[in-house]
Every structure is written in C-alpha cells, then in structure tokens.
C-alpha cells in the first residue's frame, strides 16, 4: 500500500529524472559531443531516421526503401504524440530553466539565456525540417 511518503519519493524521483533529462537534453544541444571530443555535429537539417540505419547499418536499397516507407507509416501517430505531450515537455523544461537561472549570477544568466535561445532555435529548425515533428 502507498502511503504519503511513498508517493513523495515516486513523484521527487519523477521530477529529478525529468529535470535531468532536460538539463542533460540543453546541454547535449549546447556542447553536442565537444565533450567527447569528437567535432560538433554540422549545423543543418538532421539525418532522418532510415538515413541514420542506411549510415549505420549499410541497409540494401530494397531494405532502406522498407524502412522508409514503415517510418513513413507511423509519422500521423508520431506526430499525434507529440502534440499531445509537447505542451508538459515545455512546462517542465520551463520550469527548469527558471531554477538554474535562480542559482546563476548575472553574467551566468545572460550565457545560459543564450545557450537557451541557442538550443530552442535548433529544436525550432528541426521541427520545421521534419515537418512539425519534435
């Protein structure tokens, strides 16, 4: 049986992985694989997806035309999705953003304000490029 302090727990251990998930998510946009050392992915529309398999996976015309086509098939519901969940994503993102910015001096702000419009204007191109999506 769940008491209060159960259901506390589950909904902090929730807000911490979204919360991770966010900031982990501005700072992928931010640094790309800097970290790592490996280049900055080139600015510009992403791969699609059955590009990324032709890429990793050497698909065969035939199975790269099958894959694209089953990718194809699922974008309504893809798309149905997000709309649905997008508005959550950026209320939580938002609120995020606002605690960090709680923490940051004002020169820090003024960075992560940019970062900020940085990784939104990315995230803004993508969706344009992948019709809506993300």
């Known amino acids: 049986m769940l008491n209060r302090s159960k259901l506390f727990a589950a909904g902090l251990l929730t807000a911490a992985f ?8 501005a700072v992928s946009a931010a640094w790309g694989d800097r970290a790592r050392g490996e280049p900055r992915r080139p600015e510009g529309p992403r791969p699609s997806y059955a590009e990324r398999l032709q890429q990793d996976l050497t698909l065969t015309p035939t199975q790269r035309d099958t894959v694209e086509r089953i990718v194809i098939g699922y974008q ?3 798309e149905s999705i997000w709309t649905e ?8 993102r938002l609120a995020i953003r606002t605690e960090i910015l709680a923490v940051l001096d004002s020169a820090q702000q003024e960075r992560f304000r940019a970062l900020i419009a940085r990784g939104d204007s ?6 344009e490029g992948h019709g809506g999506r993300r």
């Open 85 to 92: 969940v997008r508005p959550r994503m950026d209320s939580v």
């Open 18 to 25: 979204l919360a991770g998930a966010g900031v982990g998510g």
């Open 76 to 78: 309504g519901a893809m």
């Open 122 to 127: 990315a995230r803004a191109r993508e969706r």
